[in-house]
């Protein structure tokens, strides 16, 4: 499948690359191709991520936990792989106080990991 994908893109710019879903069984991948200027060569990086088997349910999880406005932020940067640096930057706070949000957010959830709040994320 991802072969013709190759041979037949998408109608989109050569600059914007493309994006589309497969699903091989059960599961879901996605499939993007990234333009690349090499030398002024045309190539093509090709990605290939598999996709989570069911929407996260960050608002159902939220409002089951009763998460404030902040805690909620901070779980959604968390999902999206930012470390506690980044997290804090985006958010306009200190490193400590997101190790604090991150803290009541697993005492809510009663888990002991960042990945436990993932997985939580996942599993509900």
């Not at 792989?81 to 959830?109: C, E, H, P, W, Y």
Request: positive net charge; glycine residues 8%.
């Amino acid at each position: 499948m991802i072969g013709t994908l190759l041979v037949a893109p998408p109608n989109v710019s050569r600059r914007a690359g493309w994006s589309t879903e497969l699903v091989s069984g059960t599961r879901r991948y996605r499939c993007r191709a990234i333009p690349l200027a090499v030398q002024e060569e045309g190539y093509t990086a090709i990605l290939i991520e598999r996709a989570p088997s069911k929407p996260l349910a960050l608002d159902d999880l939220c409002d089951e936990h009763h998460l404030t406005r902040r805690e909620q932020e901070t779980v959604m940067l968390l999902a999206r792989g930012l470390t506690n640096r980044q997290i804090a930057a985006r958010m306009g706070v200190s490193v400590n106080t997101v190790k604090a949000f991150i803290r009541l957010v697993m005492l809510k959830l009663g888990v002991t990991t960042r990945a436990g709040i993932l997985g939580r994320l996942v599993e509900d």
